[in-house]
């Protein structure tokens, strides 16, 4: 079964052609972080704009690398929500048009859900079972689940504020860094020698040892600040600070997404946890959960697959294949993960 899978909720156009949720056949990504890069931040008039022209390009793209006619499809899914309005919008109308002219079925999926799927994909052998649980860690989100089966998710915690995406993003800002955050910390956190000097940035790790599967960054954004402040001041905002700041900055985050996480694990007694979104695909995270997870089986998908691209869209649907008649559909900028949409 060949599902094409539509994802324009941020500022990446995506298209991709998967087989039976796993196998993917084509896979196309189109950025306007450029644009982005330049006032260190999404400005969502422009992600739409740049949607809108990529749109159309990259589904002929999908089709044409896959070798695949339309009418081989089984059906088309697309993202409705979470997202920029302009940007879903996009998406979501020319899958609608796309679905009416090839009359084919078209599933809507919850971007935060599909982000999990991407452990689904590419993999033969070792497949998730549940209970298992999830934790979604993308730019705009910060969310723990439990997963009971396809369809089956309840929320167990998330952040109280900024997202651990959005904590990485306004630390690189703050430090000077290039958009997005998380690559340009990691980088610099890279760069930082280790070992040579002792933790000397007093930054918080709030809710570690709340009773609770929350979390909160914007404390630790708060605490760079300052940081920044008094280094500026003192006239020492070189490189050699701001490396080390941002090797801190990242043990801080990564620290309290493996150690809440885990938590979950032992309290639910789960089979399997599964790793999803764009911090996922910081090799210092996913070092500390190798490590760290004995209790149940880690899911951690490639580094290219963490981030938005379509084939995550294109297996939820097929796990979850809901087909509603197009003219119900909608984009929903303000989707839950929990939420099904029918
Ligand atoms: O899932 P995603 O591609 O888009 C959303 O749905 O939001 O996540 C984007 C987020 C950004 O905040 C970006 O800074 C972060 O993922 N990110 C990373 C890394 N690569 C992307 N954070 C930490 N380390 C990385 N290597
Ligand atoms: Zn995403």
């Known amino acids: 079964m060949m599902i094409l899978g539509i994802e324009t909720s941020c500022d990446e156009t995506a298209a991709a052609i998967v087989q039976d949720g796993q196998k993917i056949l084509s896979s196309l990504v189109a950025s306007s972080v450029k644009l982005h890069q330049k006032t260190g931040g999404i400005i969502p008039e422009i992600a739409a704009r740049e949607q809108s022209r990529f749109i159309v390009p990259v589904i ?5 690398k896959a070798k695949i006619k339309p009418k081989q499809l089984k059906a088309l899914a697309v993202t409705t929500g979470p997202g920029l309005i302009g940007s879903l919008l996009v998406g979501v109308e020319t899958a609608k048009s796309l679905a009416y002219l090839w009359q084919k079925p078209l599933i809507p999926i919850n971007h935060l859900q599909a982000h999990l799927y991407a452990n689904w994909l590419e993999k033969k ?61 990691a980088l610099a956190a890279k760069n930082f020698q280790k070992g040579k000097t002792k933790n000397k940035f007093k930054l918080p790790q709030p809710m570690l040892h709340e009773d609770n599967f929350d979390f909160s960054f914007s404390g630790l954004k708060t605490a760079v600040l300052n940081e920044v402040k008094k280094l500026k001041e003192k006239k020492q905002f ?35 946890l599964l790793l999803a979104g764009g911090v996922t695909a910081n090799s210092r995270l996913r070092e500390k959960f190798k490590s ?44 839950e993960i929990e939420e099904m949409i029918k």
């Open 292 to 335: 760290s997870i004995l209790n149940s089986q880690l899911f951690i998908p490639n580094p290219s697959l963490c981030t938005d691209n379509a084939t995550f869209i294109a297996a939820c649907a097929f796990f979850n294949y809901q087909p509603v008649p197009w003219p119900k559909i909608q984009a929903n900028s303000s989707l």
């Open 238 to 272: 070189n490189n050699l600070n701001i490396n080390q700041l941002a090797n801190e900055i990242q043990e801080a985050i990564t620290d309290v997404l493996v150690r809440k996480t885990r938590k979950a694990t032992e309290k639910y007694e789960v089979n399997s």
């Open 60 to 64: 002929q793209k999908s089709l044409a």
């Open 125 to 185: 052998k070792k497949t998730p079972k549940f209970p298992a649980i999830g934790l979604v860690v993308s730019g705009g989100h910060t969310d723990l689940v439990l997963m009971k089966n396809h369809g089956e998710i309840k929320w167990l915690g998330g952040t109280r504020d900024d997202a651990a995406g959005e904590c990485f993003d306004k630390c690189a800002r703050l430090l000077g860094l290039g958009y997005p955050g998380g690559p340009s910390i």
